[in-house]
């Protein structure tokens, strides 16, 4: 191998434009999961980003998907303390109601009804 080269074959200052390459578009594709995850609802627990403290450990680095409800220092905190799944509240047949007349402010309410869907209250002791 010819001096100055890399195992892969490239010269130096070629691997070393590759590399800045790809920190790029990973940094751009952070920054653009950061205005997506900013943009959705707060974590349910915490109301924090849904997508984590911005530069920690467990910040997510993709767009959230939606019917995810904490953010990620939250859903390590609920599996350390073994609390299990997050079911959220069953609206009542009021709030369902209301819901066909007009949208409620409420942020979490697709998540509601998605959830009550998912889990019926008959099974969960409501």
Same mark, same amino acid.
């Given at each position: 191998?010819?001096?100055?080269?890399? !195992?892969?074959?490239? $010269?130096?200052? $070629?691997?070393?434009?590759?590399?800045?390459?790809?920190?790029?578009?990973?940094?751009?594709?952070?920054?653009? #999961?950061?205005? #997506?995850?900013? #943009?959705?609802?707060? $974590?349910?627990?915490?109301?924090?980003?849904?997508?984590?403290?911005?530069?920690?450990? &467990?910040?997510?680095?993709?767009?959230?998907? !939606?019917?995810?409800?904490?953010?990620?220092? $939250?859903?390590? #905190?609920?599996?350390?303390?073994?609390?299990? &799944? &997050?079911?959220?509240?069953? !609206?009542?047949?009021?709030?369902?109601?209301?819901?066909?007349?007009?949208? !409620?402010?409420?942020?979490?309410?697709?998540?509601?009804?998605?959830?009550?869907?998912?889990?019926?209250?008959?099974?969960?002791?409501?």
């Amino acid at each position: 191998m010819p001096p100055g080269r890399r !195992p892969s074959g490239r $010269c130096w200052p $070629c691997h070393q434009d590759g590399e800045e390459r790809l920190e790029r578009e990973a940094e751009e594709q952070l920054e653009a #999961a950061r205005a #997506a995850n900013v #943009a959705l609802r707060p $974590c349910w627990s915490c109301r924090g980003s849904i997508g984590g403290k911005e530069g920690s450990k &467990l910040e997510l680095r993709e767009k959230v998907r !939606p019917d995810r409800l904490e953010c990620p220092d $939250c859903v390590q #905190a609920r599996a350390v303390k073994d609390l299990g &799944l &997050l079911v959220l509240p069953v !609206p009542t047949k009021r709030e369902l109601v209301a819901a066909l007349v007009s949208t !409620p402010d409420d942020p979490w309410w697709e998540d509601w009804v998605l959830h009550a869907k998912l889990y019926p209250a008959k099974g969960r002791g409501v």
